[in-house]
């Protein structure tokens, strides 16, 4: 199993960027496939981007061409560049990881965007 620790949430307006960070407490080089996905108040959990231990990255529709998921193995870490935010943003993030075939989640960040 592997825990998760994700940082970089906050309070930003409408049109600005943040970065996430989903540190890992084992060494990503073999973790397969690496994620994130996001739960607004009153609605289910939903996928945002996953990587690939070869680098291939997945967006929902919603965030295409604003966000983008990069991992450094070096760092054991996973981030989430989050640009041209919109209030429908607003949510807890959530980073998970598969390996040996369990998924390992974090506790979650809260970005928050004014309008």
């Known amino acids: 199993q592997v825990q998760l620790v994700e940082s970089g949430g906050g309070l930003v307006q409408a049109g600005g960027s943040l970065r996430l960070s989903c540190a890992a407490s084992r060494s990503i080089f073999t973790i397969n496939n690496m994620g994130w996905y996001r739960q607004a108040p009153g609605k289910q959990r939903e996928f945002v981007a996953s990587?690939?231990?070869?680098?291939?990255?997945t967006y929902a529709d919603s965030v295409k061409g604003r966000f983008t998921i990069s991992r450094d193995n070096a760092k054991n870490t996973v981030y989430l560049e989050m640009n041209s935010l919109k209030p429908e943003d607003t949510a807890v993030y959530y980073c998970?990881?598969?390996?040996?075939?369990?998924?390992?989640w974090g506790q979650g960040t809260q970005v928050t965007v004014s309008s």
């Open positions: 990587v690939t231990s070869s680098g291939t990255a």
């Open positions: 998970r990881a598969l390996y040996s075939g369990i998924f390992s």
